[in-house]
């Protein structure tokens, strides 16, 4: 057995690295110039701490003790950080360190035994040639000679019979009566060594023999039990009786790394007639496997303890065993289940082979073993594979059905969109007061299968994952749905470029179409999504769930803002059947040309006159096609005049030209933009859809308006009406079109 180093100098001890580095910097900063020299003080055999002190210190001011108590301080942090990952670090070679300390310890009281007895032997042969003045070979021999005339003692006959006895015992296999024996002859060994006992006994040659003959015996029988042990027919009370039998024989360390690898050999051999095939593949091989191994390694920890105890050093041999057995079980796992479903999206064959290991993993908790935070790491890998797998499979199946969705809304008969049909009254009375298209439905039918295969792997804290392949899930259906909407300005970034030539959606052509496809993204955003999210996260009052609902969130205000954008651009950039803009600054700046008989009945103008038919039109759609959910509808059409006034207020062309253009605002125009935006604010107080947003807005755009016409030399505020007047004559143009 390779000598243990120590760790220590002869004179001094050695400090850890960063310890080290922060004495050096402490004594730079303090004075020394040369901080190994100082060191070699403290390694002298005569060094005085309290002299070094008062020589090195004494001069120093309390604020300098105070730091270099500070230094002191950290120091001590430093070194114990170093000593706990150096622990930590070097944990399995404490472990193989302690297994040798125990076997030379053992093999240290063999040569004590020895040394006892040649001492004894010496001591005795020195005596008797001391006694003796002249002749002392001849007299020697005559002495030891001179017993052979007398009868043994009942000492020697036992002395001279114990090695026969042993022998026929040994070849008879009867282990407990020669343990007894040995015991027996060492105990008759020590008695006489000691030679306490008064009594005539053996002679020292006598003892020498019968010791050799226990120590060879002794080995024999070690080897005879080691060597039954690694039989893997050996096992039950055969194989305990067999381990104690070496731990009684002082040779514990390695009697209990033999009862590790007979629990090891057995396993394997079980392992191997258990083939992944025809009916045992996937969950019915890993109940099985999972069986095998954790009762192997539970039946190992039960020997343990029963034969050893709780000694830390078998403890810890047992722990590190369990762990390397674990993560052999993970392999085949792997190899025969978990790669086939991570790479085809099988994530209820992974859920599944989770639940069944942790569970047989944590009965083992209760004997000390705690496994399962080491099984879980190994498994997440291969399960995120599969989870994600999943998520991609949902993804490319609702982007086939939305192909061919009418974006028609309705209640789902029965929910039958997956492999599996939805009976389950809960979900189906939770769902039926939301009407859904048949790409919605499949969705929500694929994210209730989903979740009820995630529902195991919540032990592998994997929820937040979870709701992030949620989120992602939504912000691809509103991907789709955005490219359903028909757009004007083509923005084929914005919609997902990348994903353009994969992704043919039907168009959502009419009004109650584009309305049912907003419908789709709030209901799950909204009420779906979350409902079914709770079975990760119960209660939903975390900070987390809240943050994922609001990402839900953003992806239906994104899709909302797309819909007003390319309803509001129908207004800036279509053309009308004469070939103008529908909203032109001509419209304004040509009002003074012919001005005669406005005052006499001031109109609306007819873009606006058209905002408000398509606002009106917009909401009693939502309200038919959204009934129940007026709130959906309300948030559209506050969205849809913020958007028109953003656009009006962006768009740099129609104020290039109010502004610059060569003819300038006049009064009766700047009357006319006044009217037309107090129109629109008539128009959404009416609807009750009007922003806080919308209404800065349009107080905004009329300064501008005004800034304009001031640009003239004209003041606005004697050209303009009260602001009362132009409330009235909004409210009478409204009631006239309603």
Not at 172 to 193: D, F, N, P, S, T
Not at 427 to 432: G, K, R
Not at 656 to 683: C, K
């Amino acid at each position: 057995m390779s000598a243990v180093k120590p760790s220590v100098r002869s004179h001094g001890i050695m400090l850890p690295d960063a310890a080290a580095k922060h004495m050096n910097g402490a004594m730079i900063m303090n004075g020394f110039e040369d901080p190994n020299q100082e060191l070699i003080a403290f390694e002298t055999e005569n060094f005085n701490p309290h002299d070094f002190v008062d020589a090195k210190f004494q001069s120093m001011t309390e604020k300098g003790i105070r730091k270099l108590c500070d230094e002191l301080t950290d120091l001590k942090k430093a070194s114990a950080e170093d000593m706990r990952k150096s622990v930590f670090a070097n944990y399995n070679s404490f472990i193989s360190t302690s297994q040798e300390i125990s076997e030379l310890e053992g093999e240290i009281d063999n040569m004590h035994r020895l040394l006892l007895s040649h001492a004894a032997l010496i001591r005795s042969l020195a005596e008797s040639g001391a006694a003796i003045p002249s002749g002392p070979t001849e007299t020697f021999s005559k002495e030891f000679y001179v017993k052979d005339d007398q009868k043994p003692t009942e000492l020697e006959i036992r002395a001279e019979e114990i090695p026969d006895i042993l022998d026929v015992l040994l070849a008879e296999r009867k282990v407990e009566e020669a343990l007894a024996i040995l015991e027996e002859g060492e105990q008759l060994v020590a008695e006489e060594h000691s030679g306490n006992d008064g009594n005539v006994g053996l002679t020292q040659v006598a003892i020498s023999e019968l010791q050799e003959a226990l120590s060879e015996r002794k080995s024999r029988l070690v080897n005879d039990l080691a060597e039954s042990v690694l039989q893997p027919t050996v096992r039950g009370s055969e194989l305990r009786s067999a381990i104690a039998a070496l731990d009684r024989l002082g040779d514990g360390p390695r009697a209990h790394t033999l009862l590790l690898h007979n629990h090891y050999d057995r396993l394997q051999q079980s392992m191997r007639e258990l083939r992944p095939s025809g009916a045992t593949y996937g969950g019915v091989y890993t109940a099985a496997l999972s069986q095998l191994v954790f009762s192997a390694i539970a039946q190992a920890s039960r020997d343990s303890v029963t034969l050893f105890g709780e000694e830390p050093a078998y403890a810890s041999e047992l722990v590190l065993w369990a762990h390397s057995i674990t993560e052999h079980y993970f392999a085949l796992l792997k190899r025969h289940v978990l790669s086939s479903a991570a790479v085809a999206g099988g994530l209820r064959s992974a859920a599944e082979c989770v639940k069944v290991s942790l569970a047989h993993c944590l009965l083992l908790e209760e004997q000390g073993l705690t496994l399962c935070p080491t099984l879980s790491k190994l498994m997440r890998p291969s399960v995120e594979q599969a989870l994600q797998a999943n998520l991609r499979k949902i993804e490319g199946s609702v982007a086939a059905l939305a192909a061919a969705d009418d974006w028609v809304l309705g209640h789902p008969a029965v929910l039958q969109h997956g492999t599996r049909t939805h009976s389950r009254p809960g979900i189906i009375v939770a769902t039926s007061n939301l009407k859904l298209s048949s790409s919605a439905h499949h969705l929500n039918v694929l994210v209730q299968d989903f979740l009820e295969d995630v529902e195991p792997l919540i032990s592998m804290h994997l929820e937040g994952m979870t709701l992030d392949g949620l989120s992602m899930l939504l912000d691809q259906y509103v991907d789709l749905l955005m490219k359903a909407i028909p757009s004007l300005d083509n923005d084929e970034e914005e919609l997902g470029a990348e994903n353009s030539d994969r992704r043919k959606v039907r168009l959502a052509i009419t009004e109650g179409q584009q309305v049912a496809v907003l419908g789709n993204a709030a209901a799950l955003a909204d009420e779906l999504l979350p409902r079914l999210a709770s079975k990760l996260v119960p209660g939903g009052l975390t900070p987390e769930l809240k943050d994922w609902k609001r990402q839900l969130q953003r992806a239906v205000d994104k899709l909302k803002d797309h819909l007003c954008k390319q309803v509001v651009l129908h207004f800036f950039l279509a053309d009308d059947a004469e070939g103008e803009s529908k909203l032109s600054p001509s419209t304004y700046l040509d009002m003074d040309n012919d001005s005669s008989t406005w005052h006499e009945d001031p109109n609306t103008s007819p873009m606006f006159q058209s905002l408000f038919i398509k606002l009106t039109s917009m909401h009693q759609t939502a309200m038919e096609v959204l009934i129940g959910r007026e709130r959906v509808a309300h948030l559209l059409l506050m969205r849809l005049a913020e958007t028109f006034v953003i656009w009006l207020s962006n768009d740099q062309e129609f104020w290039d030209t109010i502004e610059q253009g060569p003819r300038s605002l006049g009064a009766i125009g700047l009357q006319q933009f006044v009217l037309d935006m107090q129109f629109l604010t008539q128009v959404s107080l009416y609807y009750k859809f009007l922003s806080r947003t919308t209404h800065q807005l349009i107080g905004d755009v009329i300064a501008r308006a005004n800034t304009a016409f001031s640009a003239t030399g004209a003041d606005p505020q004697r050209m303009l009406p009260e602001i009362d007047w132009f409330v009235a004559t909004a409210k009478k143009n409204l009631h006239r079109l309603i």
